[in-house]
């Protein structure tokens, strides 16, 4: 199995910028896709962007594309997401996942969760 640790949240004015990280340590990370979601108060988690294993296709939620990046290192084990642009619709918790699945999109997909990380985008 593999163990996931979000990092880089925080409280941000809208139109900042934020680089969230997702550390994993267990098995060989490059088995595994990665996904961000995201849960605001009172609201559903929801996908927000996702990376394939070798990094070569990645995939974003219509409300950051453009404005969030995904990227990873599998030489550091981790994902970044880089989030510019930001505004108060993105204030949420972070969570980052990973599946030896394909359909990334799909929270139900990811076996393995990291705890979270606040992200909070002032007006």
């Known amino acids: 199995q593999v163990q996931l640790v979000e990092s880089g949240g925080g409280l941000m004015q809208a139109g900042g910028s934020l680089r969230l990280s997702c550390a994993a340590s267990?098995?060989?990370?490059?088995?595994?896709?990665v996904g961000w979601f995201r849960q605001a108060p009172g609201k559903e988690r929801e996908f927000v962007s996702a990376i394939r294993r070798s990094g070569g296709s990645t995939y974003y939620a219509d409300s950051v594309k453009g404005r969030f990046t995904i990227s990873r290192d599998n030489g550091k084990d981790t994902v970044y997401l880089q989030m510019n642009s930001l505004k108060p619709e993105d204030t949420a918790v972070y969570f980052c996942?990973?599946?030896?699945?394909?359909?990334?999109?799909?929270?139900?997909?990811?076996?393995?969760w990291g705890q979270g990380t606040q992200v909070t985008v002032s007006s």
């Open positions: 996942a990973a599946t030896m699945g394909r359909g990334l999109v799909y929270a139900e997909n990811y076996g393995y």
């Open positions: 267990g098995r060989t990370f490059t088995l595994y896709g």
